[in-house]
C-alpha cells in the first residue's frame, strides 16, 4: 500500500492513515480534508505544516501554527482539517457550515 500512496501523494501532504497503514484506516474522502489542510496551511504560511517531512510527526499530526495575523477562524480551520484521526476531520458539509458561521468568526470576518 505505501508504494501506491507514494505514487499518488507527495509525502508533505499524506495524511496519517497513509502513513501508518498498520492500523487499518478507512482511506476516504477525509484524506482530501488533510491534504486541503496542507494546502491551506501552505498558503497561509509559506510552508509546509510538515516541513521536515518526519512520517513521525505526520503519523502524529504533530505540526506547529506560527505567530501570525491570520483570524481565530482561519487557524481554527487548519487545526480543524489537520485533525490525526479522520472521523474527528470535518466533511465538506461540516467545513461549509463553519466557513459561513458566524459563531466562530473573531470579528474580522474570515481571512
Do not use: H
Not at 5 to 10: A, D, E, G
Not at 12 to 34: L, Y
Not at 35 to 56: A, E, M
Amino acid at each position: 500500500m505505501e508504494e501506491q500512496f507514494s505514487k499518488i501523494t507527495t509525502i508533505t501532504c499524506r495524511p496519517p492513515e497513509m502513513i501508518d497503514v498498520f492500523k487499518r484506516q478507512i482511506i476516504d474522502f477525509k484524506v482530501d480534508i488533510w491534504q486541503l489542510g496542507c494546502i491551506l496551511y501552505r498558503l497561509c504560511f509559506r510552508k509546509s505544516p510538515f516541513q521536515d517531512i518526519n512520517k513521525v510527526s505526520i503519523a502524529q499530526a504533530e505540526f506547529e501554527i506560527p505567530q501570525s495575523q491570520l483570524s481565530q477562524k482561519t487557524l481554527s480551520l487548519i487545526q480543524k482539517m489537520l485533525q490525526q484521526d479522520p472521523k474527528k476531520r470535518p466533511n465538506l458539509k461540516e467545513l461549509k457550515l463553519f466557513l459561513y458561521s458566524r459563531e466562530a468568526d473573531d470579528g474580522d470576518g474570515f481571512q
